[in-house]
């Protein structure tokens, strides 16, 4: 159903009651909808039907060892799917709804698809704040896989139109809420015991997930891919890309921040959550420029800025 170009004339639906109870009937009927969250757009689809993710994969060209994220709508929801011990649900209590996914141990009777969870023995569950897919989850009664509505590995969309541009042909309904506020993908967390983990680091610091647990996480380890985010390659513009750049070349495009002004800055008053929310457009818009190649300016590497730049190394390893 997601190749078959309803998404009318290539032009993104703005979402309203009847456009979401026909995006709901559209996911139970097995069907995928792009939709916004506080993070980044994702492509949305039945998290118990197999022939739905399964759709996922292959619409985005995703590897299918690399796990989904399952968005439910509240604390009891995802304690129906998954095993949240009592760090879990102090994290939960306190950042959800928002940017940040728990992986945690699947429940006995989980009824998602073994493809969400690329056949691992943890599920890795989101809470989102955007009123458009909390509205889609009470409408759809659904417990939805939203990996990044794009094609795998590429830059991420936080627009309608990245949605429409990047997937092409293959782009299913999309729900138009605007720009995502905050622009980058969420913090992923994996609890065990009394121990966490930061195996991708997103809006939430690691300041403040020590406020809550009382301690500093463990070292994630490297060589197992446990959620979203973490292959070396990703978020990748087509255009060669160039880090911690002062200045560019003639035939660069210049991401600027604070200080470096750049033909786009993130932030001139080096605000990084400003920052944050405008990465992935500005990659979009340097990958569409007559530029060559894209440069970026440093960026403070601390707070979200760690995110910021995990993102930008992973843009920029050889593919």
Not at 286 to 300: E, L, M, N
Request: hydrophobic share 40%; with cysteine; glycine share 10%.
């Amino acid at each position: 159903m997601s190749g078959s170009n309803d998404h009318i004339g290539g032009e993104a639906r703005r979402y309203g009651k009847a456009t979401i109870g026909e995006a709901a009937a559209r996911l139970r009927a097995g069907g995928l909808v792009a939709v916004p969250t506080e993070t980044v757009y994702g492509l949305a689809a039945d998290s118990t039907n197999a022939v739905a993710v399964a759709e996922i994969y292959r619409t985005k060209g995703r590897p299918d060892f690399n796990p989904l994220i399952v968005h439910v709508p509240d604390i009891a929801a995802a304690r129906s799917i998954g095993r949240l011990n009592g760090l879990a649900l102090r994290f939960a209590g306190e950042f959800w709804p928002g940017p940040l996914t728990l992986v945690v141990p699947k429940g006995k009777d989980c009824p998602v698809t073994a493809a969400v969870t690329a056949g691992l023995e943890t599920i890795a569950l989101r809470c989102p704040a955007h009123p458009v897919m909390r509205q889609l989850l009470e409408e759809s009664g659904l417990y939805l896989a939203a990996p990044s509505a794009n094609r795998s590995g590429g830059i991420s969309p936080t627009t309608a139109d990245h949605v429409a541009r990047s997937l092409g042909g293959n782009a299913p309904m999309i729900l138009d809420g605007g720009p995502c506020q905050r622009g980058i993908e969420s913090t992923i967390v994996a609890v065990a015991g009394g121990n966490y983990r930061i195996l991708r680091p997103g809006p939430v610091t690691q300041a403040q997930l020590e406020a809550i647990a009382g301690t500093a996480p463990l070292l994630a380890k490297t060589d197992l891919i446990e959620a979203p985010g973490q292959m070396l390659s990703h978020y990748a513009p087509s255009k060669s890309l160039r880090l911690d750049a002062e200045t560019a070349t003639a035939d660069e495009y210049h991401i600027g921040f604070g200080p470096v002004p750049g033909d786009r800055n993130l932030s001139p008053d080096g605000d990084l959550a400003e920052a944050a929310s405008q990465l992935f457009a500005a990659l979009h818009e340097a990958d569409a420029s007559s530029k060559a190649g894209i440069a970026v300016a440093p960026i403070t590497d601390n707070g979200i800025g760690i995110a910021l730049n995990d993102r930008l190394r992973r843009a920029a390893s050889p593919k």
